[in-house]
């Protein structure tokens, strides 16, 4: 579509220069005011592009070019798109690629070079040749506030034996705005994802003009603008009242913090324009294997990277295999043991690994039911977006991510109940007294079987009521070959519990609890690998059920 004026060659957005150039004959046009041949059948709301659909997932990609991708970049397919001719409505904004491939290579380099068990395939070449630039559809907030506040506020005195109450009402003058705030506005483009490679510059969006998309292609925008209008509103809310804070908190002087965030919103006047659609530019390489897929995705803008990250299992377990045959023979010599301290250690060991496996398996609940990616639901697909989005401040995203993981970890406190905590007292306890068998008087009177109880019996209770959290997961998730593999870490613990409940004299019975203990971990252990791999990749998306946003709207 965009065609060079010397020589009709295909012209594509050189990122270094910013300027559309010919790999044909070397001409170079400003994209703002380069005029293609079929400027005519545009306007200032719409412009032609070619729209690309996967035959397999049903992705579409549009873009200014004429040449197909070759493959999906959300299901890996090969050769499995068609394309055809539309008009689409403009987006108001966009920040141009800044961010060149080999730029992104590098970056993802760095980033793969720690990951000691990734796949080989991860680090091979010709997987970085598949990266491809796309543009990801973004709603952008802008959000006023009243000029002149009045901020309640309260101050105490200590005036000899009294206590002065002073109440106030604090003129506050706003200036400014809250501008900028970006949320992602394509259901296929993962939330969660969108705030790892957050943020964005706001400084670097520009008036869109499609000469940005020579070369490059972008996601088609299927969230309704109002579905984060609510949130946007309260992100501003929350960075103006920060700086009311700094101006009324002065002294003994504390403002009234409101009750909700609609308190705060009508205290301050927070009014949210119209948004405005806009396309932010990221780099995408997809692996697949199978009926998985996983991403690494690059920021264009600043280079912030957010991997799937999946194990290579023969990797992981020689590394294991090498690593515990060295801590074995240092340990081997250093320290000894009883057989009840010994059974104690692999119940702690099994403890964990149930724990860490319950872990994993909520994790992979919230992937499957979108816990994380409220703009799953956006699009028509079972209910509505309501929530989360990466803002394009640093230090305000910052921030917000902040007190939001502030207030949940509040709400956990307050969930602690005093059963949770005599649990973690006795099982603090329980890890101290089998090493330290001379620690008190009380200790030192005791047989090693007498320790062993105190450490084993609240492990298996733990143990235990880890396995019933971990079949509640059943339920909510595809993955049902947990239950197996939750079983055998059960076992271990109730295998542990029944010799504490025989106290056998010989010191076989306590070394097959321990080989069913370790037996049992080997079991957890290759089912955490495998359920992390899961979770480190996606299953092939399907996106034919695709509906409702506006393809980018202006309007």
């Known amino acids: 579509m965009y065609e060079c004026s010397q020589c009709g060659a295909q012209l594509r957005f050189d990122i270094q220069t910013q300027l559309l150039h010919c790999d044909h004959c070397g001409a170079d046009f400003n994209p703002e005011t380069f005029q293609p ?22 992705a579409e990609l549009v873009s200014t070019t004429n040449s197909a ?51 080989r395939e991860l680090r091979d070449t010709k997987e970085l040749e598949k990266f491809r630039g796309i543009y990801v559809p973004y709603w952008v907030y802008d959000a006023d506030f009243n000029q002149s506040v009045q901020i309640p506020a309260s101050e105490q005195v200590q005036n000899g034996d009294y206590i002065v109450d002073s109440d106030y009402q604090v003129t506050v003058t706003i200036h400014g705005g809250c501008h900028g705030i970006a949320c992602d506005a394509s259901s296929s483009f993962d939330d969660h994802v969108a705030e790892m490679i957050a943020p964005y510059s706001a400084k670097k969006m520009v008036p869109f003009n499609p000469a940005y998309l020579a070369g490059f292609y972008a996601d088609t925008a299927d969230v309704p603008a109002e ?43 927070t009014r949210i324009a119209k948004p405005e659609a806009a396309l932010f530019p990221v780099w995408f390489l997809t692996w697949r294997k199978k009926d998985r897929v996983a991403y690494a995705i690059v920021n264009g803008d600043t280079g912030k990277v957010s991997m799937d990250m999946p194990v290579d299992r023969k990797r992981f377990f020689t590394g294991c295999a090498v690593s515990a045959a060295v801590f074995f023979v240092i340990f081997a010599f250093l320290f000894s043991m009883t057989a009840p301290d010994a059974l104690f250690w692999c119940s702690v060991i099994a403890m964990v690994s149930g724990i860490l496996y319950f872990r994993e398996m909520r994790q992979i609940a919230g992937r499957e039911t979108h816990e994380e990616d409220p703009g799953y639901f956006a699009a028509g697909r079972n209910g509505m977006k309501t929530g989360t989005a990466a803002a394009v401040f640093p230090k305000a ?41 001379g620690i008190t008087d009380f200790t030192s009177g005791m047989l090693p079987g007498d320790r062993a109880v105190i450490g084993i019996i609240p492990a298996g209770i733990v143990e235990i009521v880890f396995f019933f959290r971990t079949i509640k997961l ?24 029944l010799i504490i409940v025989l106290r056998p ?38 996106f034919f059920d695709r509906e409702g946003g506006n393809d980018s709207a202006k309007d």
């Open 37 to 58: 041949k079929d400027a005519a059948e545009e306007s200032k709301d719409a412009y032609g592009v070619t729209v690309f659909r996967c035959r397999q997932c049903g």
């Open 69 to 119: 991708v070759g493959f999906c970049i959300y299901c890996g397919a090969q050769n499995m798109l068609e394309s055809r001719l539309e008009t689409r409505n403009r987006p108001a904004r966009i920040i141009p690629f800044h961010l060149t491939k080999d730029d992104c290579r590098e970056v993802y380099r760095k980033k793969i070079r720690n990951a000691l068990y990734a796949p």
């Open 227 to 269: 579905t984060y209008a609510e949130w946007a509103a309260d992100f501003a809310t929350e960075q103006a009242m920060d700086a009311v804070r700094k101006r009324v908190n002065t002294g003994n002087v504390e403002m009234r913090e409101p009750a909700s965030g609609a308190e705060s919103r009508r205290l301050l006047g």
């Open 397 to 437: 995203d910052a921030k917000a991510a902040y007190k939001r993981e502030a207030k949940r970890l509040g709400r956990a406190f307050r969930r602690t109940n005093p059963v949770r905590l005599m649990i973690g007292i006795w099982i603090l306890i329980g890890f101290l007294l089998p090493s330290f068998s």
């Open 474 to 497: 059943a339920g909510k998730v595809k993955e049902k070959s947990m239950i197996p593999e939750a079983l055998s870490a059960l076992g271990a613990a109730l295998i542990a519990i």
């Open 505 to 542: 004299v010989s010191d076989l019975f306590w070394y097959i609890g321990c080989i069913a203990s370790l037996l049992a971990v080997l079991v957890t252990s290759l089912g955490l690998i495998s359920k992390y791999n899961i979770l480190a990749t996606r299953p092939i998306p399907t």
